[in-house]
Every structure is written in structure tokens, then in C-alpha cells.
């Protein structure tokens, strides 16, 4: 499975990647050098907005993506299409999307009690908990969102891809 790290331009990406279950790494405070570095030692793929250090990350040999679209769906589809990730939420292989734990499954709700709001304790046997950060996570409303969201992106990478292969002359 590909594993990432992003610049401080694309939290958002991060965490849309996190919640897709992709491994990534993320911080304000990295510098460039943090960047490529990190991308280097652990063999993550550089995810980045900024042309500069997509060049020096391509100079030292590193993979990287230049993300250039404006909203989440664009970046989505931009990684899928440069990477070749699958866009299939599925709340079990979540990753936390505030640190990057990998979510435990936790089916005894006695567990949470107290710790998520009354009526999603009620409507709810299944939680995930971030054993790093503490935060519960279910499979609420939102998920229809997310799922919604990860179909768009799916279907704009397709299209990049169509459009690549046009511009080269290959057959779609």
C-alpha cells in the first residue's frame, strides 16, 4: 500500500487520505528538508503544491505528485491518477485522520460509553478508536458524505487518465 507525506499546503488532503486508510504523514511545522528527507528515509511518495520542491524532489529521485487542484475531489483524483490508490472508504481500514494511528476496532460499546454523543451510542454498535489520540470514530451520516466524495474523485482520475493517454496517442 502506498504510504505519503504531505507538505503544509495540503492538511486536507491528508486527512482525506488518512480516512481512505493511506498512511500519511503531516505537519505545519515540516520544512522542505523534513519533507525530503522523510520522503527519502521511508520511501514515501512527496505530495506537494509547491513546483519548486516537486523539482528537487524529482532531482534527488524521489516520487512525488504535484497537486495542483483546487478542491478535495481534484486532489483525490490527482493522487489516484498519479499513484494508482483505490478511492474505497471502508470505516474499518480508516486510518485516524488527526494523527495517522491506525484505528482499533472496538464492538463492546461499554467501551465508548461516554465518550461519543447519546444518540450515536444508541444508533451504533461498532466504534473505532485512535489508540495514539483517543478519538472515537463511527460509521454516522457523515459517511455517505465521504463515500459520495470518494466516487467523484474516482471518477475525475479516470478522466485524467483518459486524458493522458489521449495526449501520448495511446487507446483508450
Avoid at 44 to 68: C, E, F, P, Q, S
Avoid at 139 to 167: D, V
Wanted: proline share 3%.
Amino acid at each position: 500500500m502506498q504510504r505519503f507525506v504531505a507538505d503544509t499546503m495540503l492538511g486536507e488532503l491528508a486527512r482525506w487520505l488518512r480516512i481512505l486508510g493511506y498512511d500519511t504523514l503531516y505537519s505545519r511545522v515540516y520544512t522542505d528538508k523534513q519533507l525530503l528527507d522523510i520522503a527519502e528515509k521511508t520511501g514515501r511518495i512527496l505530495l506537494t503544491r509547491d513546483w519548486g520542491l516537486y523539482v528537487r524532489a524529482r532531482k534527488r529521485g524521489l516520487k512525488a505528485v504535484y497537486v495542483n487542484g483546487d478542491s478535495a475531489v481534484e486532489r483525490l483524483a490527482l493522487v489516484a491518477a498519479r499513484t494508482g490508490i483505490e478511492l474505497k472508504p471502508d470505516p474499518a481500514r480508516s486510518r485516524c485522520p488527526k494523527c495517522n494511528a491506525e484505528l482499533v476496532v472496538v464492538k463492546d460499546k461499554e467501551k465508548v460509553r461516554g465518550r461519543v454523543p447519546p444518540r450515536s451510542y444508541e444508533a451504533h454498535d461498532v466504534f473505532y478508536v485512535c489508540p495514539r489520540c483517543g478519538m472515537v470514530y463511527w460509521e454516522g451520516g457523515h459517511w455517505k458524505n465521504i463515500r459520495r466524495l470518494a466516487r467523484e474523485a474516482e471518477e475525475l482520475a479516470r478522466e485524467i487518465l483518459g486524458e493522458a493517454r489521449r495526449s501520448r496517442g495511446d487507446r483508450v
